[in-house]
């Protein structure tokens, strides 16, 4: 029924984990936004290394990753930048990106390097959710 969808929004309310991201198969999708729905901004629950993982479970054919309006902060987005690093999951990834996902600017990563062969373009848009 969903055999053509190429790009899906996930809205979370309060929390949400990798296993219950990774129960949606939808193999054509090509870009996965993750953002807050409703007035507080939600978070990730769970180990964010995990997370690729979880992401290629709903689609291997992912380019582009964006999580808006998170409660996650520099910590965690390193975790999880650090998750996609060492995974070789997403062979697609080009993009991953984060924006008002309460961050600072103390965190600039610009580019990563996910397997040695290619490189995801890491982009941050600093501040508090918007909501």
């Known amino acids: 029924m969903f055999d053509n969808v190429r790009r899906i929004t996930i809205q979370v309310r309060r929390t949400t984990r990798c296993d219950v991201i990774q129960r949606i198969h939808l193999p054509a999708v090509t870009e996965l936004t993750i953002q807050t729905y409703a007035w507080e901004p939600a978070s990730l629950h769970g180990d964010p290394t995990l997370l690729p993982s979880a992401l290629h479970k709903v689609s291997p054919q992912l380019v582009k990753v964006t999580f808006t ?12 930048i650090q998750g996609f690093r060492s995974s070789e999951d997403l062979k697609h990834l080009k993009i991953l990106r984060f924006i008002r996902c ?20 890491v982009e941050i848009v600093h501040g508090e959710p918007d909501l």
Do not use: V, W
């Not at 309006?69 to 999880?80: A, H, K, Q, T, V």
């Not at 309460?102 to 373009?121: A, V, Y």
């Open 69 to 80: 309006n998170l409660n996650i902060g520099n910590s965690e987005i390193r975790d999880i």
């Open 102 to 121: 309460r961050t600072d600017e103390s965190l600039d990563s610009s580019c990563i390097d996910s397997n040695g062969e290619h490189k995801i373009q």
